[in-house]
């Protein structure tokens, strides 16, 4: 087994009273797809977002290769090479679909976005983000305003600007919610694709159980914001408390 690439260990955050994640010590491995899966409420998105730098831990700690991120803010956590999807609304939608790409390839390259800067000055960037283009399967899409995109493209271009910005963990919190049965395997592909280069690690908040036995090499279950099971697929399906707990009810509803 490789060196732990992410490791959080003992990672809480309060809110008030309220306890949503507690105390979750686990280690992420290059090469490995690793899915959250828990019921509603079980803090895996917040779990998320403090690995990410969305929330800050009340306690225990964020580390990367050895270098420990707990107090940095999501920029900083990105700089050192932790990657979350982004949202669309958060990025320039009234912008073209390749502009969107140029710009996260601008911001990996550390020039800023530059945005009264004519395009032909940077012309080997929009070659780079041509290729994230054309790697997502949005050639067809490149000059079209990224808010008219269907959401099945939405989804893929979240993938591409992700991919555009080059970090070692990749992040992604239900990328199929939404989607239509047709689209759902295009986004599925392109992250199955990503976990075959054995530098990098993903991460995947998903509660479709097609999903999870399509991609995962392992499986973390959180409960009441608790780290429950955690290993190989099949084992922790086949064990009975987590199928009492979450498992076992998704399947029978599938």
């Known amino acids: 087994m490789t060196q732990p690439s992410l490791i959080t260990r003992d990672l809480t955050i309060r809110f008030g009273g309220h306890v949503a994640v507690n105390a979750v010590s686990c280690a992420f491995h290059p090469g490995e797809l690793t899915v959250i899966v828990g019921p509603n409420g ?20 964020v580390i990367k290769d050895g270098v420990e ?54 012309r080997a960037l929009t070659e780079k983000a041509e290729h994230y283009l054309e790697a997502t399967r949005l050639t067809a899409r490149a000059h079209q ?65 097609e999903v999870v036995r399509a991609l995962a090499d392992r499986i973390i279950v959180l409960h009441n914001g608790e780290l429950l099971a955690s290993g190989d697929p099949a084992e922790v399906m086949a064990s009975q408390l987590v199928r009492d707990v979450y498992l076992g009810k998704s399947e029978d509803a599938a």
């Not at 999807?85 to 502009?99: D, Y």
């Not at 759902?184 to 991460?203: F, H, M, N, Q």
């Open 42 to 61: 079980a803090g895996k998105t917040t779990y998320f977002n403090l690995i990410s730098g969305q929330l800050t831990a009340s306690s225990g700690q």
């Open 69 to 122: 991120l707990t107090k940095m803010a999501p920029s900083g956590r990105a700089h050192h090479g932790i990657g979350r999807a982004f949202q669309l609304t958060n990025l320039f939608p009234a912008l073209s679909v390749l502009e969107n790409i140029r710009l996260a390839v601008q911001a990996r390259a550390g020039m800023g976005w530059r945005l009264l800067r004519p395009v032909s000055h940077f």
């Open 145 to 209: 305003p990224a808010a008219l995109l269907p959401h099945g493209d939405q989804r893929k271009l979240e993938v591409a600007l992700l991919m555009a910005m080059e970090p070692d963990i990749y992040m992604f919190d239900e990328p199929t919610a939404g989607m239509s049965l047709d689209h759902a395997p295009e986004v599925l592909e392109l992250i199955a694709g990503l976990k075959r280069d054995t530098s990098k690690t993903v991460l995947l908040v998903e509660h479709k159980m």
